[in-house]
């Protein structure tokens, strides 16, 4: 079971400033290997981001956001987190409001604190489904042992053989190897029945009861229809300048490995109409997520993980993900691909592009899309990946080897299989 959350602490004005400073320094730490907390030491952690959250508009205090995507419960996950990064988690909430923790070894008021920010998403989704942290990256290691020793076939002129009987030679080559027949034990199934029947069931019934009460909605619809198309012609769209170095700073930052990482923070147009709509709109959303195990989120192939969550009681929505590829290419996806859910999510927000009965428009004026998205950036302070060099496609892929590797397949689901390495 993999978990997804945020803690959300307030900073104290006077300390951010150290507090950034603190941040500079854990994330200069090669590969999540800072002393005081060690994203590494892990073992269940798959992603994590620590992001300053300012408010230019002083409406609110600045913001620590610490993501977690992990696998299991919040409470092994927080044993966990303290017993590696104990001393770090101190050092870094004690730049923050109503934190009152009495040193590294008071572990009730850590956590308690910790335990009191827990903020879940409204709207999440997964691509890699189903697979531990631990998993992907033992499959992975099975992929490039096999390949390795495919290498060294060709080295010593033994290339020539029928698929069958290269994929025996694998299979041999697994079981006389002791660390990849480790490597190829664990292979439970990414899912069991219920996790799949129940999301589909859910999503199912919702439709047939809409169906079944259409005639009696039909009119409200209609309402609100006409409500929605009165605000969106009345709405905001103005695209605000850059703050002076903020894109240069975003751009720093990424592109560093084959993965990237996004977080975002806007407003919501105010009204009861417009935070309704966009509760509404991420309720529909995660449903259609639990559906969506596949690697594939309408369409969307570079989603390790993503979530929405509304805030400060529905006026500001907080988005984070972590992806694949460049800032550029993952918006170029979402306008090509998801252009209808990604407006409908965030018509609903200050200053996006007009759009037309909530979901048309919008993400399609592509510039105006990609500027607002810019300027709600913040840039990423901390970020760690357990596998780095792992995309979507290649853990589905890696799975999809080892899940096959001892099973009985016939010739034209051999050659497919030999065609993954």
């Not at 499959?139 to 080295?155: A, H, Q, T």
């Not at 409908?344 to 500027?371: C, H, M, Q, Y």
């Amino acid at each position: 079971m993999q978990t997804i959350l945020t803690f959300i602490a307030t900073v104290k004005s006077d300390r951010l400033d150290e507090l950034k400073a603190l941040l500079q320094k854990i994330d200069q730490a090669p590969a999540g290997q800072y002393t005081n907390l060690p994203f590494a030491s892990l073992t269940n952690l798959h992603f994590a981001s620590l992001v300053i959250f300012e408010d230019p508009l002083k409406n609110f205090d600045p913001y620590l956001v610490f993501e977690n995507n992990f696998e299991g419960t919040l409470e092994n996950h927080l044993d966990e987190l303290y017993r590696h990064g104990g001393v770090g988690l101190h050092e870094m909430y004690g730049h923050c409001l109503d934190y009152a923790a009495t040193g590294p070894q008071d572990k009730d008021g850590i956590l308690s604190f910790l335990r009191a920010r827990v903020v879940r998403p409204d709207a999440y989704h997964i691509g890699n489904v189903g697979r531990s942290a631990e998993r992907i990256r033992q499959e992975g290691e099975l992929k490039y042992g096999i390949e390795r020793f495919l290498d060294d076939r060709v080295k010593r002129g033994l290339a020539q053989g029928s698929p069958a009987s290269i994929r025996n030679d694998i299979q041999e080559e697994v079981k006389r190897d002791q660390e990849l027949a480790i490597l190829a034990s664990n292979n439970k199934p990414r899912m069991t029945f219920a996790e799949r029947f129940v999301p589909w069931a859910r999503l199912i019934g919702l439709g047939l009861l809409v169906l079944l009460l259409l005639p009696v909605l039909f009119p409200f619809i209609i309402i609100y229809l006409i409500a929605l198309r009165i605000r969106e012609k009345r709405d905001r769209s103005e695209i605000p300048p850059p703050v002076h170095g903020q894109v240069q700073q975003l751009m720093s930052r990424e592109d560093r490995i084959v993965q990237n990482h996004m977080a975002s923070l806007c407003y919501v147009k105010p009204g009861r109409f417009r935070r309704a709509t966009i509760r509404f709109v991420l309720w529909v959303t995660n449903l259609v997520a639990r559906v969506s195990y596949k690697g594939k989120l309408s369409g969307l192939t570079t989603l390790h993980f993503a979530h929405w969550v509304l805030i400060d009681n529905g006026h500001r929505l907080l988005f984070l993900t972590n992806y694949d590829g460049s800032w550029e290419n993952y918006l170029d996806d979402f306008i090509d691909k998801a252009a209808l859910g990604l407006t409908g999510i965030w018509s609903n927000t200050e200053d996006f592009p007009r759009t037309r009965f909530l979901v048309f428009g919008g993400a399609r004026d592509a510039p105006r899309f990609k500027a607002i998205a810019r300027h709600t950036q913040a840039y990423t302070n901390v970020w760690y990946s357990a596998y780095p060099r792992l995309t979507v496609r290649s853990i589905d892929n890696n799975s999809a080897i080892h899940e096959d590797l001892l099973k009985p397949l016939d010739e034209t689901a051999t050659r497919r299989w030999l065609w993954r390495f």
